[in-house]
């Protein structure tokens, strides 16, 4: 995940990087069960943005990735594990009191978002975990739509989210 952002003009990974596809071993559903929206690790902003059963808050997040050529080829997973201090889902994950399910060498884990961003982690996003129902706000601060934001905050029920540039 982060092929993306490694892509991406004036990225801060070194643009010589060796990338690995890993497309095809990523689920790309949104699915709600037991009371939870799993969002797979391949799933696309853009997708994300479509869904019918995605909170409109975790839409709009999705949404601060202006370009639609971005936002559909950007997935959640790779969005998370850069974990980039703009991220575009992170604060309104954090907020959701979403979790992550990760692949690693030692199985399967499953991690509340807001400790998966403070460790580092060599596993694969397999989902994002968020409840269902939830409610809440995300709204990014930047000098325009198409640049890095500034700041992005987030509220869901209480909870509190801020991702702040540098």
Known sequence: SGGTEV???????????ELIDINALLDKSIVEKDGKIFIGGGASLQSIKESAIVPEF???AASFCSSFEKRNSATIGGNIALKRDDSYMLAALVAAEAEVVIECHAGEKIKPISVYIEKACKGVVKYIAIPSGRKG????IAISSASRAILIAAESEGVYALSVAG
């Open 58 to 60: 975790i839409k709009n």
């Open 137 to 140: 706000w995300s709204k990014k």
């Open 7 to 17: 892509l991406r003009l004036g990225s801060s990974i070194d643009s010589n990087a």
